[in-house]
């Protein structure tokens, strides 16, 4: 007997337990995404127009990401209807890239808990204005081509953000750059002065040289003088290139998540002119502080875009090649990031969506660690659970998502009568998290199929097969649980 069989006579198309990741799943997008909510949700999402922080811990398959992708669509809807004032969304989820870099520049050779031990807040700060000030530039680029309202300083901070942070792959930095520049009326011509004097200069030189031969007159070519002048013109220029080679070097060196090349960041600074630059702050040096300001200074850009808020969304921590499912190697990750300074600047709210495994370090820390993270005030859920009634939902709202008949299918009916949905709910408690409820439900189906044939198909889960199938479960998940097996 095959299992769409069973599935089609019970009106329902496709298996709506197949998918065991949020990412890849069409039933969970289609429907659950914006109906099915897990009971904390109001206090992990907040308020859209003042965003604020929480802190999630939650096992392997509990519903982090899932409860990310619901965020993100509940921002967008937020978006949709106060256009005036968007909240400004940064998914951290990919942490490859930033990795990557930072161990080819910290110690390639050397032992990865070392080099993480030098992973530090500004590395976080810097990871996360990458993501932001390119998606926004991407959009300001790409736009309608109206000119963004933005004043001369905030045009110079989005400039300087964009040289430093800017790593779309899409076109090259030069490129988008200059669009950027365009598109909201920065323009460098107070700083071509020191390329037009070198160039009046050679030119002058050039042309004089050219009327003299003409004349047979050369002998002023042998005074000093002439040469000295055009090699005094060139100096104001080889100063700001210096300079700007300079800064562009320390920048580079300090931002160790970045891939901007000492070239084109120095071909960038150098266009500026120097008076914008003068006092402002730039990612050169080791420390926080100037993280602090360069954040800032990007609200103060959002705002004027009508995007006074912003939200980071942090998940996916034991997915990365280098952290590859280590507590202490994701712990070394995001504790500079539990820090309640950070974690409390306006206008800025974080969401971080955290393996369980981290729980048991947060309850051994000791007490400065606390007063610095101050965990009490970042609306702290210490596990995402649920319950066996919210997991009989859950089934429940995927059969009848999955369904095309009227009136649409329901998850008791695939069970023969005797198990009624007291016992349901209580077997399906035992599961714990959706991803082990959907694995459970698939592979009880495919038992059920299995046992029958197609000449003698049976169109109802038996009692038997439920609890001898839940017993193999929930014997596997206790394996698991105690490392003696995968999931």
Not at 12 to 37: H, M, S, W, Y
Not at 177 to 203: F, I, N
Not at 342 to 368: C, H, N
Not at 440 to 469: G, K, M, N, Q
Request: with cysteine; proline share 6%; aromatic share 10%.
């Amino acid at each position: 007997m095959k299992v769409s069989e069973f599935l089609e006579h019970h009106g329902i198309a496709g298996n709506p337990f197949a998918e065991e990741d949020a990412q890849n799943d069409t039933v969970f997008k289609r429907t659950c995404l914006e109906t099915t909510f897990h009971p904390a949700w109001d206090k992990v999402f907040g308020n859209p127009s003042d965003p604020s922080t929480a802190i999630v811990f939650g096992e392997k398959g509990s519903g982090k990401t899932a409860l990310k992708l619901q965020m993100v669509r509940q921002f967008e809807r937020h978006n949709d209807a106060h256009p005036d004032a968007r909240t400004c969304v940064v998914v951290y989820d990919d942490f490859n890239p930033f990795l990557d870099r930072f161990v080819s520049r910290v110690g390639p050779g050397r032992p990865v808990e070392k080099v993480l031990a030098q992973w530090k807040l500004w590395d976080h700060v810097d990871a996360i204005l990458t993501l932001a000030v390119t998606s926004l530039v991407t959009d300001l680029i790409s736009g309608d081509g109206k000119r963004p309202r933005l004043t001369r300083p905030q045009a110079r901070d989005l400039a300087v953000l964009a040289a430093c942070y800017d790593q779309s792959t899409a076109e090259s930095f030069p490129v988008r750059w200059r669009k950027l520049r365009r598109t909201t009326g920065y323009h460098l011509w107070q700083a071509a002065w020191p390329l037009a004097l070198a160039v009046t200069a050679t030119a002058g030189l050039a042309a004089f040289l050219v009327t003299s031969a003409m004349q047979g007159n050369l002998g002023w070519t042998s005074s000093w003088w002439p040469w000295a002048i055009v090699a005094a013109a060139w100096i104001p220029l080889g100063r700001r290139r210096l300079k700007a080679t300079w800064q562009a070097w320390r920048i580079v060196r300090s931002m160790r998540t970045g891939n901007r090349s000492i070239a084109q960041l120095g071909r960038a600074l150098a266009a500026m002119p120097e008076a914008d630059l003068a006092g402002q702050p730039l990612p050169a040096f080791s420390r926080s502080d100037d993280r602090y300001e360069l954040l800032g200074k990007f609200q103060g850009v959002l705002a004027a875009l009508g995007r006074p808020s912003l939200v980071v969304i942090v998940d996916r921590l034991d997915e990365p090649d280098v952290i590859n499912g280590s507590a202490d190697r994701m712990r070394q990750l995001i504790w500079p990031m539990l820090d309640n300074k950070f974690l409390k600047v306006p206008g800025l709210g974080f969401k971080l969506l955290l393996p369980q495994e981290l729980y048991r370090f947060i309850e051994r820390e000791s007490e400065p660690f606390h007063q610095r993270a101050r965990l009490d005030k970042q609306n702290l859920v210490p596990s995402l659970e649920w319950s066996g009634e919210t997991l009989y939902d859950i089934a429940s709202t995927r059969v009848k998502a999955a369904s095309v008949g009227t009136p649409p299918a329901t998850l008791a009916q695939l069970f023969d009568p005797v198990i009624d949905q007291r016992r349901l709910i209580d077997g399906l408690r035992s599961l714990r998290v959706p991803r082990q409820l959907f694995k459970f439900l698939y592979r009880l189906l495919v038992a059920h199929c299995h046992s029958h044939t197609d000449e003698r198909p049976v169109y109802v889960i038996s009692p038997e097969r439920f609890e001898s199938e839940l017993a193999l479960f929930r014997r596997d998940q206790d394996a698991f649980d105690r490392g003696l097996a995968p999931r």
